[in-house]
């Protein structure tokens, strides 16, 4: 599985950005869907994550700002982010894996796409 992420972007404290992540492959559907962050000098973190049986899960940080969702026709997984804060700005991941145990731990994941830079101004 080959992902490929977009939509990142400059935007004013209060915006929004919609993050989509395109896969490769006929299996996307039997993914468990995941985004994580990082900001510099942090460690990759969990944002929010989309399983094979369409549970959602999200940090208590972005709960009730983004929003996590996924076509499987279209093979992609979306992540709607409103009431951008600074605290927001790092490189954002996507990541699918099989049989996550684990949803925050990026460990579980087996495939990563190469990342899209969200940075928010105050």
């Known amino acids: 599985v080959q992902l490929q992420a977009s939509g990142g972007g400059l935007v004013q404290a209060g915006g929004s950005l919609r993050l989509s992540c395109a896969a490769s492959?006929?299996?996307?559907?039997?993914?468990?869907m995941g985004w994580f962050r990082q900001a510099p000098g942090k460690e990759r973190e969990f944002v929010a994550a989309n399983t094979l049986s369409g549970i959602t899960y999200y940090t208590d940080s972005v709960k009730g700002r983004f929003t996590i969702s996924r076509d499987n026709a279209k093979n992609t997984v979306y992540l709607r982010m409103n009431s951008l804060k600074p605290e927001d700005t790092a490189v954002y991941f996507c990541a699918a894996g099989r049989s996550v145990r684990t949803i925050t731990a990026p460990a579980w994941y087996d495939y990563w796409g190469q990342g899209t830079l969200v940075t928010v101004s105050s």
């Open positions: 492959g006929r299996t996307f559907s039997s993914y468990d």
